[in-house]
């Protein structure tokens, strides 16, 4: 019988209550892991937690619950300001952790999290969610069978205040870095090049970034974000000769769709002059594709938005000694894109 892995959480916030705490309550259920503890430093919502998903213990220091628990990972759901610390003192002390994104609000802290991760010897994944959809691990998946990759375009829009909202580092590196991860692990490669317009609309900082990259296989990419816009806005473009795919991930409500299209072969220079060439179209339903990944109903937006899986991911790197599908020295490399095209403004 495999090993049922002790689990720890720190940080019973939103996120936790929102995705992660259903997902580790349905994985539980199968005898994967048990709940071990859980922490806040509110230790009302710490104590909510353990009422509401039968954590055994709670704590409202994360020091005192990595000296006491024996814990084989841990879940590290703060506030990306506090992501850093939370996930040195888990590796110090020993223990697997999967922080919530973003990998440290600076690439200087990813890339030390990376060496810490390497020098202790431990798992340290990072978050990054956008990977983890089982919609989009099928639909690149496919586009690789059949085509190279030439361009990958990623959009990342919503209205919101963010000099309130993320009012300690940028939400370019703090939200944003969710749409820059995976432009760039769609495109498989390092950013050679950028050019990013960078916006102020109705805000005291920068709320707006558009960017155009080349990247060192030759893909190249673009970027859009925009916080002042009608609301959320999600999607993702992968092209090559014998195919494009355009995921779905949100347009003002929650999404998760793909179409497909096959190219023919055949040159298209006009619509208006030569016509549709009429390419062979695929529809792709991500609840469904989620459903069989999952052996779940996928109803669930944690479920068929990569929450569960991502979870599942960690505890089977765990299990194996394996690596996470964004281990922390990958999600550095996300960090230094980002601040790459911050740097790079035109």
């Not at 806040?40 to 937690?49: F, G, P, S």
């Not at 490669?189 to 080349?214: C, L, Y």
């Not at 055949?266 to 030569?274: D, L, N, R």
């Not at 089977?316 to 911050?342: F, S």
């Amino acid at each position: 019988m495999a090993k049922t892995l002790k689990i720890g959480v720190i940080g019973a916030g939103g996120i936790a209550n929102g995705v992660h705490f259903p997902s580790l309550r349905e994985i539980a259920d199968t005898g994967m892991i048990e709940l071990t503890a859980v922490c806040d430093n509110h230790i009302e919502k710490a104590e909510a937690a353990q009422k509401k998903y039968g954590f055994k213990k709670l704590y409202t220091r994360h020091f005192e619950m990595l000296k006491e628990e024996e814990l084989d990972g841990i879940l590290s759901l703060v506030q990306p300001d506090k992501t850093y610390r939370v996930a040195y003192d888990c590796m110090k002390a020993g223990r697997n952790v999967l922080m919530e994104k973003p990998s440290g609000i600076t690439a200087y802290q990813a890339n030390s999290l990376a060496r810490t991760a390497e020098a202790t010897g431990v798992i340290c994944g990072a978050a990054m969610n956008r990977r983890a959809i089982p919609l989009v691990q099928y639909v690149f998946k496919k586009l690789k069978e059949v085509t190279e990759i030439t361009q990958v375009d990623g959009l990342f829009i919503k209205y919101s205040d963010i000099a309130a909202a993320w009012h300690y580092a940028s939400a370019f590196n703090t939200d944003i870095v969710h749409a820059v991860d995976l432009v760039r692990y769609l495109a498989e490669s390092e950013p050679e090049k950028a050019a990013t317009v960078v916006g102020r609309h109705n805000s005291p900082v920068d709320n707006a970034w558009s960017s155009v990259i080349r990247f060192r296989n030759g893909v190249t990419g673009t970027l859009r974000s925009n916080y002042q816009s009608a609301g959320r806005v999600h999607d993702f473009t992968i092209h090559g000769p014998g195919a494009t795919a355009f995921i779905n991930l949100g347009f003002g409500t929650a999404a998760c769709d793909a179409t497909i299209m096959y190219g023919t072969g055949k040159t298209q220079y006009s619509i208006s002059a030569a016509g549709v060439l009429g390419p062979n179209i695929e529809k792709l339903d991500g609840l469904e594709i989620a459903r069989q990944e999952l052996g779940c109903d996928s109803s669930a937006y944690y479920q068929y938005y990569g929450y569960k899986s991502e979870d599942i991911d960690f505890f089977n790197a765990i299990l194996t000694g394996g690596k996470t599908i964004c281990p922390i020295a990958d999600a550095a490399k996300t960090m230094d894109m980002v601040e790459l095209l911050l740097a790079s403004v035109i």
